[in-house]
């Protein structure tokens, strides 16, 4: 049986393309979480006034990936220390954050980030948010698998590829195979 993961953690086309090629991910969609307007539009998140975060929500199967390889992934491609801000991605829909499913996915997602924390991998403090899952609203279809559609825009290039390069180097043996 499937289980899901919510997370934030700068721009979605990041997340996707970086966790998309993992074994064990069956679906994810890009989308937005965490704030108060009911169907938000990208434009809108991007005005930073909904309180939406833009998220990936992950169907996986914890048999072949588990919810804290995942946790893994998000803290690796993205810096959970800086404040409503990824590089030169500003504003609280950009924002490290996790919504948690059930009280063992809140569990895990404290512990890592005590883990992360006393292992002292940042010299900045972790700022990531862990709250409650409550509504999903996927985004746009162009933001659908969108670094595997445009390689070559700018922003893919400079800025996801590197990611998902990251993640290809740091789990390998983890990748779907072509």
């Given at each position: 049986?499937?289980?899901?993961a919510?997370f ?5 086309w ?5 966790i998309r ?14 704030g108060?307007?009911p ?11 909904t309180?939406?975060a833009e998220?990936v929500?992950?169907?996986?199967d914890p048999s072949i990936i588990t919810?804290?390889?995942l946790?893994?992934v ?6 959970p220390t800086?404040?409503n801000?990824?590089?030169?991605d500003?504003?609280?829909q950009?924002?490290s ?6 009280p063992?996915q809140?569990?895990?997602?404290k512990?890592?980030?005590?883990e992360?924390e006393s292992?002292?991998?940042?010299e900045?403090?972790i700022?990531t948010?862990?709250v409650?899952y409550?509504?999903f609203?996927?985004a ?5 698998d969108?670094?595997n559609k445009?390689?070559?825009q700018p922003?893919?290039?400079?800025v996801v590829?590197?990611?998902v390069?990251?993640?290809?180097k740091?789990y ?7």
């Amino acid at each position: 049986m499937n289980a899901l993961a919510t997370f934030g953690g700068g721009c979605f086309w990041c997340l996707d393309g970086a966790i998309r090629q993992l074994r064990g991910v069956e679906k994810i969609v890009s989308g937005y979480a965490g704030g108060k307007r009911p169907n938000p539009t990208y434009e809108q998140v991007c005005s930073g006034t909904t309180g939406h975060a833009e998220v990936v929500q992950i169907s996986f199967d914890p048999s072949i990936i588990t919810y804290r390889d995942l946790l893994g992934v998000l803290f690796t491609i993205h810096d959970p220390t800086t404040l409503n801000r990824q590089g030169s991605d500003i504003g609280t829909q950009y924002r490290s954050v996790i919504f948690y499913h059930s009280p063992e996915q809140e569990q895990d997602a404290k512990e890592v980030i005590r883990e992360l924390e006393s292992n002292k991998v940042w010299e900045d403090p972790i700022v990531t948010e862990v709250v409650p899952y409550s509504v999903f609203y996927p985004a746009e279809g162009y933001h659908q698998d969108y670094f595997n559609k445009n390689p070559n825009q700018p922003y893919c290039s400079a800025v996801v590829a590197p990611k998902v390069s990251k993640i290809r180097k740091a789990y390998f043996d983890r990748l779907v195979k072509a």
